[in-house]
C-alpha cells in the first residue's frame, strides 16, 4: 500500500510539469508560485500549525533555510520550463540523484563512490546530447541544472534537520516562507492577479493539494513503512512519468539525439541512487 501512494505521488508529479508549463503561459510565474504555495502552507496548516511552537527559534531557522532552498528551486526550474520541453525538464530534474551524494561530499565529507562519478559522467554526456537539440533552448536547460543542484542541496539539508524537528511543522514553515517570498517578488513585480480559466486554477489546485501537500504527508507516512534507498529509487520514477506525459500530452519530440541524452540521464541516476541512498542514511544518524 505505502508503495503503490508513492508511485500515485510521482506520476502526480510528472503530470505537472505539463499543467504548470502550460499555466504559465497564461498567470505570471512568480503569481502562480506564490498562490501554489499559499495553497500547501493553508492545507498543510490544518493539520501541523499546533506543531510549529514545538520547533523552537533553531526550528524556525532551519525550516527558513530549506524554504529558501526549495523556492530557489521551484523558482528556477518553473522558469526553465517555459523556455524548455516538458521531457527535458523532467529528466534534467532527476539529475538531484547524482548531485545528492556530491554535496554531500562537499559539506559534510561523506564518502563517495566509484558508481556516483560513473553517473556524473553519463549525465554530463546527456546533458550534452540534450543542448544539440532545437525543441526547446539550451538556456532553459541550464535554468533547470542550477534548479536541480538546489533541490540536491534541500535534500541534504532536510536529512540533517529531519531527526531533530518534527517533520510536519518543519515542512509547513518550510512551505510558508517560500509563499511568502514568492509574494514579495510578485508584488514588486506587479504580477499578482487572480487567476483564471481552468488551466491556471486546475494547476494550482494539483500543485498545491496534491503536489505538495498531500505528496509530503504521504512521503511521511511511507517513510515508516519503507527503506530509504527504496523510497528514493520509486521517486526516481519521476523522470520517466515527466517523459511520458510530455510525449503524450505536451507532443515533446526530441529526436532520437534528444531521447538519447534523456536516456544516458535516466542510467546515470539509477547508477548513482545507491550511493545517494546511503549518503542520506548517513546524514540522518549523524547528530
Not at 169 to 185: D, P, Q
Amino acid at each position: 500500500m505505502a508503495l503503490l501512494a508513492l508511485i500515485a505521488v510521482t506520476v502526480v508529479w510528472g503530470v505537472t510539469f505539463v499543467q504548470v508549463k502550460d499555466a504559465v503561459e497564461i498567470y505570471p510565474l512568480f503569481a502562480f508560485l506564490a498562490v501554489r504555495y499559499a495553497i500547501a502552507t493553508g492545507v498543510l496548516g490544518l493539520v501541523g500549525a499546533r506543531r510549529v511552537r514545538t520547533l523552537g527559534r533553531s526550528g524556525f531557522v532551519a525550516g527558513g533555510v530549506l524554504g529558501v532552498l526549495r523556492g530557489v528551486g521551484i523558482g528556477l526550474q518553473t522558469a526553465g520550463l517555459e523556455r524548455t520541453t516538458v521531457s527535458s525538464t523532467g529528466f534534467i530534474t532527476g539529475l538531484y540523484v547524482v548531485f545528492t551524494p556530491l554535496f554531500g561530499l562537499m559539506l559534510f565529507r561523506t564518502r563517495v563512490g566509484a558508481e556516483v562519478w560513473l553517473g556524473v559522467v553519463l549525465s554530463v554526456v546527456g546533458l550534452g546530447m540534450l543542448s544539440g537539440v532545437q525543441v526547446g533552448s539550451t538556456t532553459g536547460d541550464l535554468l533547470v541544472l542550477a534548479s536541480t543542484s538546489a533541490q540536491a542541496l534541500q535534500i541534504v539539508m532536510v536529512e540533517r534537520y529531519a531527526n531533530r524537528y518534527d517533520a510536519i511543522a518543519l515542512t509547513l514553515v518550510e512551505m510558508a516562507t517560500c509563499f511568502l517570498g514568492f509574494l514579495v517578488i510578485a508584488i514588486a513585480l506587479g504580477d499578482l492577479s487572480v487567476a483564471r480559466g481552468w488551466t491556471a486554477k486546475g494547476a494550482l489546485i494539483v500543485t498545491g493539494v496534491f503536489a505538495s501537500a498531500f505528496a509530503f504527508l504521504i512521503q511521511v507516512w511511507a517513510q515508516r513503512r519503507i527503506s530509504a534507498a527504496r523510497i528514493a529509487l520509486v521517486f526516481a520514477l519521476e523522470t520517466v512519468w515527466a517523459g511520458f506525459f510530455g510525449f503524450v500530452l505536451d507532443g515533446d519530440r526530441l529526436g532520437w539525439l534528444g531521447w538519447g541524452g534523456c536516456a544516458a540521464i535516466l542510467a546515470g541516476i539509477v547508477v548513482a541512487e545507491p550511493a545517494a541512498a546511503g549518503v542520506l542514511r548517513r546524514l540522518a544518524r549523524r547528530p
